[in-house]
């Protein structure tokens, strides 16, 4: 079992930046995939990024390539997710997932343990 706690969102004008941050307790982090996942108003639930176990691969939704980058510190039990030249259409509610096996999937059904989520509203 792993619990995930979402901390840094808040409300930012477009163009600016906020640094996700999701710390995992328990053992084992270093063991999985984490992933980040918003959910607008109205909206299901979309995959943003993803990072393997050993950090060594990334994966990024399309909207937010180039924008977001996503990293993890295995001694801190901390994944990151920052998040530059925000835009209105990035206003949701942030979810941090891990995922046993270490693998990146793309789809939060492949997830095992979620957070309780981290809002971020984006002014236009």
């Known amino acids: 079992q792993v619990q995930l706690v979402e901390s840094g969102g808040g409300l930012v004008q477009a163009g600016g930046s906020l640094r996700l941050s999701c710390a995992a307790s328990g053992r084992s982090f270093s063991r999985y995939a984490m992933g980040w996942f918003r959910q607008a108003p109205g909206k299901e639930r979309e995959f943003v990024s993803a990072?393997?176990?050993?950090?060594?691969?990334?994966n990024y939704a399309d909207s937010v390539k180039g924008r977001f980058t996503i990293s993890r510190d295995n001694a801190k039990n901390t994944v990151y997710l920052q998040m530059n030249s925000l835009k209105p259409d990035d206003t949701a509610v942030y979810y941090c997932?891990?995922?046993?096996?270490?693998?990146?999937?793309?789809?939060?059904?492949?997830?095992?343990?979620w957070g309780q989520g981290t809002q971020v509203t984006v002014s236009s």
């Open positions: 997932a891990a995922r046993v096996g270490g693998l990146i999937r793309l789809t939060s059904s492949e997830y095992d343990f």
């Open positions: 990072i393997t176990w050993s950090g060594s691969s990334t």
